[in-house]
């Protein structure tokens, strides 16, 4: 199957579905440290509760049945459980070395799952999509405001670590790429450098989507871009789709992904947060209010692929894939030259 190919015919018919969020599923089974650890990490010294991605080695049931029950609500596209399985996130837990591990068995799990529900429905193809998250530092900013010249992290760092996350990613079978929750564009050109360079390397034919995260009111990502400057400084990259999750709800999304629809010449994503979290962080709107909100942004022919991000469960996905049969997937504009 040319997935490309494949993926470009299935959007011009209809809007996928991407799936809800891993993290706040994981935190409806309350697991302890010890269900963190498993067997094999019984013994070790520091504490790993918190490392969701390690779950694919720990709990890979949960991590299973968490991508079944989004399949079974009605989602295309489903995330492996990596979005911190690079080296530099994973060194606070001193877990670098199963890095390639992690990756590859998270991605196993996930094609598992989307394999059986194809197989349920050939005439509905499931896509697994690598994620490739932020990590936990920041190329394009300081974090010490006395020493505004300091870097955290190189760019030259950052791509070693996508290169070897997204060798695992493709050797368990991925069929895309997700780079997601972009805060900071550099952090994201290097994980498109990592991906275009495997690519061209091992002549693949493999999407990639591309998804930042409006920080605030303000309208910009946390290095200080609005969705224009965002696109603009990622549309050279040879990429599927480009569109917003995380941070904000449904609602303030909207005139973030209009920008994106009438600029980007790629598809568009969009994938909020159940709302914005309450006092306990947890997220309240009901899977109903999220989807009427998404219903208009598909209403007004603004997109091509939802889903949902921070507390939303699959009664939120179910909502938005039974809103989404109703309406035609946003259309490419015609590039003049």
């Given at each position: 199957m040319n997935t490309t190919s494949t993926l470009q015919q299935l959007l011009k018919e209809r809007i996928l579905i991407i799936d809800g969020a891993m993290g706040t599923m994981i935190q409806?089974?309350?697991?302890?440290?010890?269900?963190y650890r498993g067997e094999r990490?019984?013994?070790i010294q520091q504490l790993v509760k918190g490392n969701n991605d390690l779950l694919v080695?720990?709990?890979?049931?949960i991590i299973s049945?968490?991508?079944?029950?989004?399949l079974?609500?009605?989602?295309d596209i489903i995330e492996?459980?990596?979005?911190?399985?690079?080296?530099?996130s994973m060194e606070d837990y001193r877990m670098q070395d199963l890095v390639h591990e992690i990756n590859l068995k998270a991605a196993q799990i996930a094609r598992q799952a989307a394999d059986e529900y194809t197989a349920k429905t050939p005439d509905k193809p499931r896509f697994v999509a690598g994620a490739v998250g932020p990590t936990n530092r920041t190329a394009s900013m300081s974090p010490d405001v006395n020493n505004p010249g300091f870097r955290a992290v190189t760019f030259e760092q950052l791509c070693q670590a996508y290169t070897a996350q997204i060798l695992a990613l493709i050797e368990g079978g991925v069929d895309l790429i997700l780079i997601e929750?972009?805060?900071?564009t550099l952090n994201a050109k290097a994980a498109l450098f990592a991906v275009n360079t495997i690519k061209a390397e091992r002549q693949l034919d493999l999407p990639v989507m591309l998804s930042g995260t409006i920080t605030d009111a303000s309208g910009r990502t946390l290095s200080g871009q609005t969705p224009e400057a965002f696109w603009h400084s990622l549309a050279h990259g040879d990429i599927l789709s480009i569109g917003?999750?995380?941070?904000?709800?449904?609602?303030?999304?909207?005139p973030y992904i209009h920008s994106l629809h009438e600029l980007a010449w790629v598809y568009v994503t969009a994938y909020p947060n159940a709302g914005l979290p309450n006092e306990f962080g947890q997220y309240d709107e009901s899977p109903e209010a999220m989807a009427k909100v998404i219903e208009s942004m598909m209403a007004d022919g603004m997109v091509n692929m939802v889903g949902g991000c921070c507390g939303t469960s699959p009664a939120h996905i179910k909502a938005i894939a039974d809103k989404a049969k109703q309406y035609a997937p946003r259309e490419l504009p015609q590039l003049t030259v």
């Open positions: 409806t089974y309350g697991l302890d440290e010890a269900q990490f019984k013994d080695l720990t709990q890979p049931q049945d968490i991508h079944k029950a989004f079974e609500a009605g989602a492996t459980n990596t979005f911190n399985a690079q080296a530099i929750t972009i805060f900071d917003f999750n995380c941070a904000l709800g449904a609602k303030d999304m909207i």
